[in-house]
């Protein structure tokens, strides 16, 4: 079955430090993938995305995830957070081959909250 | 910077009630999709619409729910008889057609539906 895992619920951590949020699909075949972020009271932004060509992907505001497809894991990393990263992160897959052409697959949701 | 609107931002309505939620998509668009949130649950995927005709739903998009485009600028979700667990955040997205652009969707601020 189609499923996306973000293993953890919340993220605490302090101003300047590094994260990572983690997030894992099941699926032995080609999949699309998502990073959204949703800040308090608004809708839901794509962060950044992963296709097909270089594993490793970048947004505008320093994060990254890099796609690992033995692992089936697509890893969100920032190296150095500030308290305006405070959000709910949610990872998405399509998963084209399994008759889900354009319906994305949410996980669960990561809540970071970035302490002074 | 163009973007999804959705009206109204929080509509309340008794048990049996009709309810329409109402989107504008980016104007360029061609895909559009509604998604839910129920509270502390993962976001869902509900249905996607394109060229005039619902081309994906999920087990939840039962006969209570439709979707039209009625006019060139607005889609519509509509429950014909609410329940008490369709209480939740509604999204309306959307995303171009073509080669990879059709996979990024774009997200509305959504509605928040309460049922009484």
């Known amino acids: 079955a189609q499923s996306v895992t973000q293993l953890d619920s919340q993220v605490p951590v302090f101003e300047e430090a590094p994260v990572e949020l983690r997030c894992n699909y099941s699926?032995?075949?080609?999949?699309?993938l998502f990073w959204y972020v949703q800040y308090p009271n608004q809708g839901l932004q794509l962060l950044l995305k992963?296709?097909?060509?270089?594993?490793l992907v970048e947004s505008i505001n320093g994060f990254e995830a890099e796609f690992n497809k033995s692992q089936t894991s697509f890893h969100l990393r920032k190296p150095s957070v500030h308290i305006s990263d405070t959000a709910e992160y949610f990872c998405a897959v399509i998963f084209p081959f399994s008759g889900g052409y354009n319906k994305l697959i949410f996980g669960a949701g990561t809540r970071l909250a970035v302490h002074p | 910077e163009p973007e999804v609107t959705q009206t109204p931002s929080h509509q309340v309505t008794q048990m049996g009630q009709e309810v329409i939620l109402r989107c504008v998509p980016i104007s360029n668009h061609l895909y559009f999709y509604w998604y839910r949130q129920i509270l502390g649950q993962k976001v869902e995927f509900l249905v996607s619409f394109y060229n005039n005709e619902i081309s994906e739903k999920s087990e939840i998009f039962d006969d209570q729910f439709s979707v039209e485009r009625p006019d060139g600028s607005n889609f519509t979700l509509k429950i014909r008889s609410t329940k008490l667990e369709d209480s939740a955040m509604y999204f309306c997205a959307s995303s171009e057609a073509g080669t990879g652009l059709d996979y990024e969707q774009y997200f509305g601020p959504g509605t928040r539906l309460t049922v009484t």
């Open positions: 992963y296709l097909s060509g270089s594993t």
């Open positions: 699926s032995s075949v080609s999949v699309y």
